[in-house]
């Protein structure tokens, strides 16, 4: 789990979010270049300011809340609904309203490699065809698994050590371990902070006042 950026981390990890009103450069929806250099272009790519940041989350959160808005006055989304997601972690898991909202969240902390990997296997564990469970296993692994990929997620070593072994014949279940960790992380520690964020706090206010507006 990533929480702080260092310039050689700067060098493995995705690319900003990439909508035009994020983008610290205020120069277009993508970086000004494809190389996590330091050259003068991209300086304020690589080692984002402390003011960068805030502003790439305010921009990107500020997004996220419209697109909510949109599904609240399209019926979609009630306050009802948003505010159930403080109930417990597997009520916000289980509805996609909610994995959007929070993996907003996390991308903001830079930690949505595991959200990523617990949808990945999520959708894995649905796949009827065993002639794709093992390219599909293949690619979770080589996405979050392998200590090669930047989306690797945390996982033990005696965890990752089960999976390589299974890896020669994988089934649906081969990352259930691995799953069960990132979910226990993320219940633990970015759970509580989600319900504390302004992002999640901002979304609960706007959906209450039109609410009451409109009642």
């Not at 289980?94 to 929070?102: H, K, L, M």
């Not at 959200?115 to 990945?120: E, G, I, P, R």
């Amino acid at each position: 789990m990533r929480r702080r950026l260092s310039h050689r981390d700067s060098k493995t990890l995705p690319p900003y979010d990439r909508s035009p009103d994020s983008s610290p450069c205020n120069r277009g929806p993508y970086p000004c270049c494809f190389c996590w250099c330091c050259c003068c272009s991209c300086s304020c790519l690589t080692v984002p300011n402390k003011d960068q940041d805030v502003c790439s989350r305010r921009a990107s959160n500020i997004s996220t809340l419209e697109s909510l808005q949109r599904n609240e006055d399209s019926g979609r989304l009630s306050v009802e609904e948003a505010s159930s997601w403080a109930l417990s972690f597997s009520t916000l898991l289980d509805n996609a309203s909610g994995r959007d909202v929070f993996m907003e969240f996390l991308r903001s902390e830079h930690s949505d490699e595991n959200m990523l990997f617990w949808q990945a296997c999520e959708d894995l564990k649905t796949d009827q065809q065993k002639a794709d469970i093992g390219e599909r296993a293949k690619q979770v692994y080589l996405d979050y698994i392998s200590i090669l990929s930047p989306k690797e997620v945390s996982i033990d070593a005696t965890v990752r050590e089960t999976i390589n072994r299974n890896m020669a014949t994988p089934t649906v279940h081969v990352f259930d371990d691995a799953q069960a960790q990132i979910y226990a992380l993320m219940h633990r520690d970015s759970y509580p902070r989600f319900l504390n964020s302004p992002l999640y706090q901002s979304l609960l206010q706007s959906l209450s006042s039109n609410n009451s507006s409109n009642s």
